[in-house]
């Protein structure tokens, strides 16, 4: 019950700030003749009383409303999927906050913008590669090309105005942060090529793991008098036409590139595979049984219709493709039934492929098992590899003349056109200089290994978060919901920092420590750690390294649970101090309290709904729940999630 009888309408609200309302009597504690500002006033009174003396209060309330929605201003480095998804939630969830997105490329999408080599194509099921508020339901097949997925990311940035804060051809040059002023500070490079300096007081990477691409290490390479390319960097007006093409790289790209590069006319390819590599069953092999699609990829117009029209068989639809991304998390544990029984089901699938050549399989079968490279579908991979106008090359390259490629038998393999398929610096910091804390920068603090903090945060890097950071990657699982996961945690230590006054938020050189040591002792007994060639395994030059780098350690459920409920002890904190208390400099804590007001209760004329929000469903089944009758612990909502703090 209220400590006060109702009130007549007709008496004045009074604001905390309001200077003549203050003027008329006292307001909360502060003393009506020597207010200026609520924000400016010493708490009234003589303070605290010890043996009948009194102490004044250092610090002063803060004339804002316990929300304490103070300025802040946000920089995010990529548009890709992780930076639309930032340009989403950031202004949906954080009020009185400059946000800018800063993209180097022409348009949005990142990897899915650069890469538009022929056979670019999402490898995992695309509707497990979306964003989960956002479904997309009439995707052309199960594994979307390209073109489709950069245009699915531009479309979503329209729709949920995104597009607003993103600034295009902008590329990031320099970062350095300002302990003083608790800022970072960030030199970005316009379209006309003049430099700028931009502020900020969190700037979040997201840039993800496959942006800086990378060339192949071989003596002349700038000496080819012909056409030169990059798999990320791709030549689309180039015609192949009746050309000897050299196609360097066994990875993800030059197995979806190859099949459609031997069906132009004319064409003879030279493919330069040292590495071997399983070539795996459809990852939605099981989905495609279920749906009875055989070896068909596309789907039916009336089952994209009945998935349009109906939003249970849609749910159903889309659990059906998750459930079976997240049951599979023993195939990447060593010794388990499923492991072995893959390994198995991929060397008949193989062997099957590769009728017209079998003796490719013994070239092609690794040692390691499947999983610790990237797994690649590749359909029409093997079959094109046996193709007549295809030459599987397995010397290695000793250098590149103008006229084509030297293995080291001594040939020289004549050609009119090198493609590298050579993949990119992962888990390597970014190619500008980043410098954090006494001036360390990224580069060096990473020169070993990317030693990380769940994979979003690094010591000695104040304000500074991944997306899609070193170990923020997954081996199976959906890509999408580990940027929604950490994107959301990252939201709340933005919104940490501006609530509670926080002027820097660093993690803590022993947590990196605990974290990094986690990640080596689970991937000890994983797939990962067998002896292959891996962008999961790089050092921080970019190399292969002894460390798995790339994966988060655990399932994509695991990360999930794991980002819910941030522990924020894990950080070091240094708060804004008090600039007109009694003793400057003092910090006040609980500053964040702010004056005894809440927002809702400010405004010129609140509804009721605004006053009463803990009452409304969607609050009720959200913050609170719903309990049910009788035995709540039996509540479903519980038992497909359980209960965290």
């Known amino acids: ?60 309330l803060h004339d804002t409303p316990i ?24 202004p949906e969830r954080i009020r009185n906050c400059e946000l800018v997105v800063y993209e180097k490329n022409e348009g949005v999408g990142g990897t899915w913008y650069e890469n538009k080599y022929p056979g670019a194509a999402c490898d995992v099921p695309s509707h497990s590669y979306q964003f989960s508020f956002n479904p997309k339901v009439d995707w052309s ?78 003596e002349g390479l700038r000496s080819f008098k012909g056409e030169t390319m990059h798999s990320s960097q791709w030549n689309e007006k180039y015609d192949f036409t009746n050309k000897r093409v050299a196609v360097i790289g066994s990875g993800s790209s030059a197995i979806q ?67 079976d991304a997240n049951n599979i998390h023993a195939v990447t544990l060593k010794g388990t039934p499923m492991q072995l029984g893959a390994q198995k089901m991929f060397e008949e699938g193989m062997k099957a492929r590769l009728q017209k050549k079998p003796e490719y399989f013994d070239w092609l079968k690794p040692g390691f098992s499947p999983g610790c490279r990237r797994l690649t579908p590749g359909p029409g991979f093997l079959e094109a590899l046996s193709e007549d106008n295809v030459n599987f090359i397995r010397d290695k390259i000793t250098r590149i003349e103008p006229e084509g490629v030297v293995t080291e038998d001594g040939k020289l393999h004549e050609i ?70 950490t994107g959301s945690y990252i939201l709340k230590a933005v919104r940490k920092l501006q609530k509670e006054n926080i002027k820097s938020m660093v993690i803590k050189h022993e947590r990196v420590r605990d ?61 804004m101090p008090e600039p007109e208390s009694a003793n400057k400099g003092v910090v006040n804590q609980m500053a964040w309290l702010g004056n005894g007001w809440g927002m809702n209760q400010l405004a010129a004329e609140p509804r009721e709904v605004d006053l009463g929000f803990y009452l409304t469903p969607m609050f009720q089944e959200r913050d609170l729940g719903v309990p049910v009758a009788g035995r709540p612990e039996e509540n479903e909502q519980y038992r497909v999630r359980p209960w965290s703090y």
């Open 416 to 485: 009119d056109v090198l493609v590298c398929a050579t993949g990119f610096y992962a888990s390597a910091a970014p190619p500008f200089r980043t410098a954090g804390l006494d001036g360390e920068t990224l580069q060096n603090h990473w020169k070993e290994r990317a030693t990380n903090y769940l994979s979003l945060a690094t010591d000695n890097f104040p304000n500074h978060f991944f997306m899609l950071g070193p170990n923020g990657a997954i081996g199976e699982g959906s890509l999408t919901m580990m940027i929604e996961t």
């Open 141 to 218: 097949a199960l594994y979307a090309p390209s073109q489709e997925i950069r245009d699915y990311i531009e479309e979503s940035a329209n729709k949920y105005g995104a597009d607003r804060f993103i600034k295009l051809q902008h590329e990031v040059k320099d970062c350095e942060w300002n302990e003083q002023e608790g800022l970072w500070h960030i030199k970005v490079q316009r379209p006309n090529g003049e430099v700028f300096e931009d502020t900020c007081n969190v700037l979040i990477s997201a840039r993800g793991n496959l942006n800086n691409r990378q060339w192949p290490d071989i």
């Open 515 to 575: 974290f990094t040591q986690y990640c080596d002792t689970y991937f000890r007994g994983t797939v990962f750690m067998d002896e292959c060639q891996s962008w999961y395994r790089k050092d921080g030059q970019g190399r292969s390294g002894p460390f798995v780098t790339g994966l988060w350690p655990g399932s994509c459920i695991h990360c999930i649970e794991a980002l819910r409920s941030p522990r924020w002890e894990d950080y070091s904190y240094t708060y």
């Open 67 to 90: 929300e304490n929605q103070r300025p802040i201003k946000v920089i995010v480095i990529g548009a890709g999927y992780s930076g639309v998804y930032c340009a989403i939630r950031i």
């Open 257 to 323: 590139i190859i099949p459609k590069l031997q069906k132009i006319p004319g064409t003879t390819l030279n493919c330069f595979i040292r590495s071997r590599t399983w070539i795996s069953p459809p990852l939605g092999q099981s989905i495609q049984d279920k749906m009875g699609m055989g070896d068909k990829f596309t789907f039916a117009p009336d089952f994209v219709e009945i998935l349009k029209d109906d939003p249970e068989e849609w749910l159903k639809f889309r659990l059906m493709v998750e459930a």
């Open 1 to 60: 019950m209220s400590a006060f009888p109702n009130l007549p309408e007709d008496i004045a609200r009074v604001h905390p700030s309001d200077e003549d309302a203050l003027s008329n009597g006292n307001s909360g504690a502060n003393h009506p003749e020597t207010v200026k500002s609520a924000e400016q006033a010493q708490v009234n009174g003589n303070g605290p009383h010890t043996n009948g003396e009194s102490k004044a209060a250092p610090w002063l």
